[in-house]
């Protein structure tokens, strides 16, 4: 009996990472600066929706290892998020044994977050360091998944990966941020609403 693969159907922007992941595989410096740009924006409001300022030596770090195994990946733009989103999470948790700390993100809260934390219009896109203060609200698991899914853009599959969570967790646990964060914006919005709050494409 033959075995059925799964098709996955890439957007115009996951081909385009595809494309800049084997070019740069290959030496061309302009691919992996275009592969940076499209990556270091979600695992940048990862880390720092978990760090706060903190964030940047890690960051510094993950790219530094993002660099030297890139040879070895294999897989189109969505694996490669989800790589570099591994590689994040294991330098974080590094970085929180090394400082023997909780994730400080119930201590983050940007300068924006008091203009917009009462009542923000209903449809606006929130800037992304206030939308992250307010995921910074949630408990650590359902922030780390909202994060993962919602600023990093993995699947449910690959958040479940990066985290060693069943896919049903990774769904509970966004279920349950995502309804957090509706009571904490006062909005009745859904999931995609929510999500264009967190900077996401509309």
Do not use: N
């Amino acid at each position: 009996m033959r075995e059925r693969r799964r098709v996955r159907h890439l957007s115009a922007d996951d081909l385009a990472l595809s494309t800049a992941v084997a070019r740069a595989q290959d030496g061309d410096e302009a691919a992996f600066s275009a592969l940076y740009r499209s990556v270091h924006p979600g695992l940048d409001g990862y880390l720092r929706g978990l760090l706060g300022d903190e964030a940047d030596d890690v960051a510094a770090a993950v790219w530094r290892e993002i660099a030297g195994d890139l040879p070895r990946f294999r897989g189109d733009g969505p694996g490669f998020r989800g790589w570099t989103a591994s590689i994040a999470r294991r330098h974080l948790r590094g970085h929180l044994r090394r400082h023997s700390a909780l994730p400080r993100s119930a201590d983050f809260r940007s300068p924006l977050a008091a203009d917009h934390a009462g009542h923000p219009p209903r449809g606006a896109v929130v800037p992304g360091e206030t939308a992250r203060s307010w995921i910074a609200r949630l408990p650590r698991a359902q922030a780390e998944v909202i994060l993962l899914r919602h600023v990093v853009r993995l699947d449910e599959p690959a958040t479940a990966r990066v985290l060693g969570r069943p896919v049903l967790v990774v769904r509970t646990l966004e279920r349950r941020g995502l309804r957090s964060l509706a009571r904490l914006l006062d909005t009745s919005h859904e999931k995609h609403h929510v999500g264009r709050t967190l900077g996401e494409p509309g």
